[in-house]
């Protein structure tokens, strides 16, 4: 089984956010190789930022990955904005849990070199991410079945 070594750091007041048992958890369930991640959870203002600053677009979005080094282990950050991590669960009616769960696992996975960029990758993607989200006793992200009753 790979390793993992994370580091989660909290730079958002928002509230109901994971603990770092949870989002180990997570990160663990998509592993692929060793492994050594910052998971940082940031509010909107840092969110945007980063992603103006590193992908040229104005606005945050819920997750930003950035692989660093391939090679003793994967190195990387992963950036969760919760403000835009909590309302696009309130608008897909998912919980938060699950939606944090997911772009977890979204994140590890570009870590480890996954993308959605075209149809092929973004099909092989998903279907990892939906086979570890059950795994992980949560419902298929994509999947209408999601969807709180």
């Given at each position: 089984m790979p390793r993992l070594a994370m580091n989660v750091q909290y730079a958002s007041e928002w509230d109901s956010l994971p603990n770092e048992k949870q989002f180990r958890k997570w990160a663990r369930a998509a592993l692929r190789v060793d492994t050594e991640a910052t998971l940082r959870i940031v509010d909107e203002e840092e969110g945007r930022m980063l992603n103006r600053d590193y992908r040229g677009k104005d606005y945050a979005t819920n997750v930003l990955t950035f692989p660093l080094e391939e090679e003793p282990w994967l190195v990387g950050d992963i950036i969760l904005c919760a403000p835009v991590v909590a309302r696009e669960a309130a608008e897909q009616n998912i919980t938060l849990e699950s939606h944090y769960a997911h772009l977890t696992v979204h994140g590890i996975l570009h870590m480890h070199g996954y993308d959605h960029e075209d149809e092929h990758q973004a099909e092989l993607m998903e279907s990892i991410e939906s086979f570890t989200m059950i795994q992980?006793?949560?419902?298929d992200p994509y999947?209408?079945?999601?969807?709180?009753r």
């Open positions: 992980l006793g949560y419902p999947s209408s079945e999601k969807r709180k």
